[in-house]
């Protein structure tokens, strides 16, 4: 018989594919190839654990490619299982069928069928025995007995091996009363069996219900009339399996058995497809559900499209089947969606936790202004991760419940930034305030400089003490205090001199300049003008001439009333009084009184 030629050694495809596999997806994700060739089907099984769900689409679009590169040289068909290791049934599966290229099919030969079992221990019986029955992995549903179990060693194979005693016994008991009690009990089994005595009705009722399930068939509306067809197809099947060997209807009955076999096996594949989506969808109820959740009903309308895909075209059940490929389409897009914002809503709430870590931490060792700035930002970060967050999602809950913890230390933080902010300006204010302060000091404008150090003071008494700025502030306090009182009295220096200034001014001004005055180191400096030296003395020596006495007392008064003038105004001012000459000399000093 011509078949297609599998790959020469299936265990260097299955390491091929194991190694290839493992360094494609990630190493937390361990997986383990097995591969199977029967009955013209190349079966690839992948398992892996649990906890570590790889993306299936990710693995059928790695390994897909590696098997086409196989040299084959008829159409081979091919599945791809994922399974959980562990469980006796896959969660989703992968079909597509391999087109041979020309070398291949020139370089094909005639070989017998050969089958592995994934147990190396054991090998697949013969597939001509089975050419009727389903393929092992084609309904894990079902629960039928699959090459997907793992394969019994030799031991648990072994029947127990009678002992030396009981093989000596055995005859003994099978005599006498014994042996005839048993051929009775046989020989009743026996004629009890349908279809051994009499006429055979199991036949005819069997026709029956394969001829309701085919009415049925020819173009079933829903997914329960397909059901409803495969339970008249298997009660058939089951009614022509208990006809015995030994009854002369067991040939007519075993070839229609094999009929309602090969209708039954093309049902399957539809009922399996229908159970999926059933599964998909009763999982799909009552969203939100977590990431693995969505996953895993992704899986299941996957599964569910391919197994209708692989249903023959010819096939009564594709009109029905292309109307659920379609809904199952538009569900799985859904299911997709759903993953990739549920995916999505997990990162973004990861990245708000992470984000209030990080202002938790900042927070516990902020001082400055920026310090605080960077930790309300941070908080920001955090608040704002968690509003992207939409409504629908598992992280949705959580979300809301961790907005409501965050929002009072981010309220903090915004608070202590806002003081700190006024500390710093009061601060740089109080700085600013004192350098002009100085600036007008040099320029002996002493009003402006003492309201600007008072405005400093003011500015630095406001800065609250339990903010950053608070120690700087009141090491300048004390400074700008006595720069300060120090205007404060030179202010009132100037006020004094200038009154004086106005009092010199009348007592040295007269019908001619009598003296000019100066203020220096703190005291009043008279120096009388050359005129009126000369015009006392002509006076005087004119007086003295004449010998007038009244006109001598008048200019002894004149003088006594001018130095009396001036002592006055140092004790108004408190300041030193000293009288020079017209030529620099000292001729009088006053120290006032306190």
């Given at each position: 018989?011509k078949t297609?030629?599998?790959?020469?050694?299936l265990?260097?495809?299955e390491h091929?594919?194991?190694e290839?596999?493992?360094?494609?997806?990630s190493p937390l994700?361990?997986?383990?190839v097995?591969c199977?060739f029967?009955?013209?089907?190349?079966?690839?099984?992948?398992?892996?654990q649990?906890?570590?769900m790889?993306?299936?689409?990710?693995?059928f679009?790695?390994v897909?490619?590696?098997?086409?590169?196989?040299?084959?040289?008829?159409?081979?068909?091919v599945?791809i299982?994922?399974?959980?290791?562990?469980?006796k049934?896959?969660?989703?599966?992968y079909?597509?069928t391999?087109?041979p290229s020309?070398?291949?099919?020139e370089a094909?030969?005639?070989s017998?069928?050969?089958?592995?079992d994934f147990?190396?221990s054991?090998s697949v019986?013969d597939?001509?025995?089975?050419?009727d029955?389903?393929h092992?992995w084609?309904?894990p549903?079902?629960?039928?007995?699959?090459?997907?179990?793992?394969?019994?060693?030799?031991?648990?194979?072994?029947?127990?091996?009678?002992t030396?005693?009981?093989?000596t016994?055995?005859?003994?008991?099978?005599?006498?009363a014994?042996l005839s009690?048993?051929?009775f009990?046989?020989?009743l089994f026996?004629?009890?069996?349908p279809?051994?005595?009499?006429?055979?009705k199991?036949?005819p009722?069997a026709?029956a219900?394969?001829e309701?399930?085919?009415?049925?068939?020819?173009?079933?509306?829903?997914g329960?009339?397909?059901?409803?067809?495969?339970?008249?197809?298997l009660?058939a099947?089951?009614?022509?399996?208990?006809i015995?060997?030994?009854?002369s209807?067991h040939?007519q009955?075993e070839?229609r058995l094999?009929?309602y076999?090969a209708q039954?096996?093309?049902?399957?594949?539809?009922?399996t497809?229908l159970?999926?989506a059933?599964?998909?969808?009763?999982?799909?109820?009552?969203?939100p559900?977590?990431?693995?959740?969505?996953?895993?009903?992704?899986g299941l309308w996957?599964?569910?499209?391919?197994?209708l895909e692989?249903?023959?075209?010819?096939s009564?059940?594709?009109?029905?089947?292309?109307?659920?490929?379609r809904?199952?389409?538009?569900?799985l897009?859904?299911a997709?969606?759903r993953?990739?914002?549920?995916?999505?809503?997990?990162?973004r709430?990861?990245?708000?936790?992470d984000?209030?870590?990080i202002a938790?931490a900042?927070?516990?060792v902020?001082?400055?202004l920026e310090?605080?700035?960077?930790?309300?930002?941070?908080?920001?970060?955090?608040?704002?991760?968690?509003?992207a967050?939409p409504?629908g999602?598992t992280?949705?809950?959580?979300?809301?419940?961790?907005?409501?913890?965050?929002l009072?230390k981010m309220?903090?933080?915004?608070?202590k930034?806002s003081q700190?902010q006024?500390?710093a300006?009061?601060?740089?204010?109080g700085?600013?305030?004192?350098?002009?302060a100085?600036?007008?000091?040099?320029?002996?404008?002493w009003?402006?400089?003492?309201?600007?150090w008072r405005?400093?003071?003011?500015?630095?008494?406001?800065?609250p003490?339990?903010s950053f700025?608070?120690t700087?502030?009141?090491?300048l306090?004390?400074s700008y205090?006595k720069?300060?009182k120090?205007?404060q009295?030179?202010?009132?220096?100037?006020?004094?001199?200038q009154?004086?200034?106005?009092?010199?001014?009348?007592?040295?001004?007269?019908k001619m300049q009598v003296?000019n005055?100066?203020i220096?180191?703190n005291?009043?400096k008279?120096r009388?003008?050359?005129?009126?030296?000369?015009m006392?003395k002509?006076v005087?020596l004119?007086?003295?001439s004449?010998?007038?006495s009244n006109a001598?007392?008048?200019?002894v008064?004149?003088i006594?009333?001018?130095?009396?003038?001036l002592?006055?105004i140092?004790?108004?001012?408190?300041?030193?009084?000293e009288?020079y000459?017209?030529?620099?000399?000292?001729i009088?000093t006053?120290?006032?009184?306190?």
């Amino acid at each position: 018989m011509k078949t297609a030629t599998r790959p020469v050694n299936l265990e260097t495809l299955e390491h091929r594919l194991q190694e290839g596999l493992q360094s494609h997806l990630s190493p937390l994700v361990p997986v383990q190839v097995r591969c199977l060739f029967k009955e013209g089907l190349l079966m690839i099984l992948v398992e892996h654990q649990e906890d570590g769900m790889p993306d299936s689409q990710q693995v059928f679009d790695f390994v897909e490619p590696v098997i086409r590169e196989q040299p084959w040289s008829d159409s081979q068909a091919v599945k791809i299982y994922l399974r959980v290791k562990g469980q006796k049934q896959p969660y989703t599966f992968y079909s597509f069928t391999i087109e041979p290229s020309v070398q291949s099919t020139e370089a094909a030969t005639d070989s017998e069928d050969e089958s592995e079992d994934f147990n190396s221990s054991e090998s697949v019986p013969d597939s001509s025995a089975e050419s009727d029955a389903p393929h092992p992995w084609d309904q894990p549903i079902q629960g039928e007995n699959s090459l997907l179990e793992e394969t019994p060693t030799e031991d648990e194979k072994k029947e127990p091996t009678p002992t030396r005693s009981q093989q000596t016994m055995l005859p003994l008991v099978l005599t006498g009363a014994g042996l005839s009690l048993f051929i009775f009990l046989t020989s009743l089994f026996v004629l009890s069996r349908p279809c051994v005595i009499g006429s055979c009705k199991a036949i005819p009722d069997a026709q029956a219900l394969s001829e309701r399930s085919l009415r049925r068939l020819q173009n079933p509306q829903s997914g329960k009339e397909v059901l409803e067809a495969q339970e008249q197809l298997l009660e058939a099947i089951r009614i022509l399996e208990a006809i015995p060997f030994w009854s002369s209807y067991h040939p007519q009955a075993e070839e229609r058995l094999k009929v309602y076999q090969a209708q039954a096996e093309r049902v399957d594949e539809m009922v399996t497809a229908l159970q999926t989506a059933a599964k998909a969808a009763s999982k799909s109820e009552n969203p939100p559900h977590p990431v693995a959740r969505w996953a895993e009903i992704q899986g299941l309308w996957r599964e569910a499209i391919a197994r209708l895909e692989v249903l023959p075209t010819t096939s009564n059940l594709q009109p029905l089947a292309q109307q659920k490929i379609r809904v199952y389409k538009v569900n799985l897009a859904e299911a997709n969606q759903r993953l990739a914002k549920e995916r999505e809503a997990q990162v973004r709430l990861q990245e708000a936790k992470d984000a209030a870590l990080i202002a938790q931490a900042r927070q516990g060792v902020a001082q400055s202004l920026e310090h605080w700035q960077l930790v309300y930002a941070t908080w920001e970060i955090a608040m704002k991760r968690l509003k992207a967050i939409p409504q629908g999602t598992t992280a949705y809950d959580e979300a809301k419940q961790l907005s409501a913890l965050y929002l009072p230390k981010m309220a903090s933080a915004r608070d202590k930034k806002s003081q700190e902010q006024f500390a710093a300006n009061a601060y740089n204010q109080g700085l600013r305030l004192a350098q002009w302060a100085k600036n007008a000091q040099m320029d002996n404008q002493w009003t402006v400089a003492l309201g600007h150090w008072r405005n400093a003071l003011s500015y630095l008494n406001q800065i609250p003490k339990n903010s950053f700025y608070y120690t700087k502030a009141q090491s300048l306090v004390s400074s700008y205090s006595k720069a300060f009182k120090q205007a404060q009295e030179r202010l009132q220096f100037a006020v004094k001199v200038q009154q004086i200034r106005g009092d010199l001014q009348r007592t040295c001004t007269g019908k001619m300049q009598v003296c000019n005055f100066a203020i220096i180191n703190n005291t009043i400096k008279i120096r009388l003008t050359p005129a009126y030296t000369k015009m006392v003395k002509q006076v005087a020596l004119a007086a003295k001439s004449r010998g007038d006495s009244n006109a001598q007392a008048g200019i002894v008064r004149h003088i006594m009333t001018l130095g009396e003038a001036l002592e006055a105004i140092s004790d108004n001012a408190r300041l030193r009084l000293e009288v020079y000459d017209s030529d620099g000399k000292l001729i009088q000093t006053h120290v006032p009184t306190l």
